[in-house]
């Protein structure tokens, strides 16, 4: 059994896929996850702030470990898009990055958002788990780091089109297309 601090911080991360960092208030997490009124501020010294911090920091891990069990860069890339595609469809294109939801609401450069360093540190976990993959895989570091990149900003902006025309067909294509990229770069 997870305890309510692991609760709250799970929930938080599926409500900022869903909604957004902006909009979502401790309030929801507390509902969506079950846990006491009165624990938010004890688990969570730094508000609202500390708890989606941590709940982008999750879903980094979450993803991160989905990545670290492939045994290839084509599984990488397909396990990706296959959860990425069921997620869209299972919460009817609702489901999006937390980290791309807190990059994108990152705000005015004089007042950044400190989320916005656990987006940075998020993708950039990714793209060098992506880039070890690929490197085991026989690419050369450098053109490995390029695909990497491409491959994260891809899916990512995938998704964003996935929702907002409620089809996987974006995402799909993107994944048939870094698929054939994947295979050729490694046949040379």
């Not at 070890?132 to 026989?138: P, V």
């Not at 025309?165 to 770069?185: C, G, K, Y």
């Amino acid at each position: 059994m997870t305890s309510p601090r692991e609760r709250m911080v799970a929930s938080a991360a599926l409500l900022i896929r869903e909604r957004g960092a902006q909009s979502t208030a401790i309030a929801d997490v507390l509902a969506h996850s079950g846990a006491p009124r009165g624990s938010a501020y004890h688990y969570f010294p730094g508000g609202r702030t500390q708890l989606l911090s941590e709940a982008v920091d999750y879903a980094a891990e979450f993803v991160a470990a989905r990545m670290a069990k492939a045994d290839s860069g084509i599984q990488l890339l397909d396990s990706l898009a296959r959860f990425y595609r069921k997620n869209l469809v299972d919460t009817d294109y609702r489901a999006g990055c937390p980290a791309l939801a807190v990059a994108v609401e990152s705000g005015e450069p004089d007042n950044v958002n400190p989320m916005i360093d656990r987006a940075a540190a998020a993708f950039t976990r990714w793209n060098d788990l992506i880039t070890q993959r690929l490197i085991a895989d026989g690419i050369g570091k450098d053109r490995a780091k390029e695909l990497a990149v491409t491959a994260t900003a891809s899916l990512e902006g995938a998704i964003v089109l996935a929702r907002a025309a409620r089809d996987t067909n974006p995402l799909d294509i993107v994944h048939r297309q870094m698929r054939s990229l994947l295979e050729a770069e490694l046949a040379t």
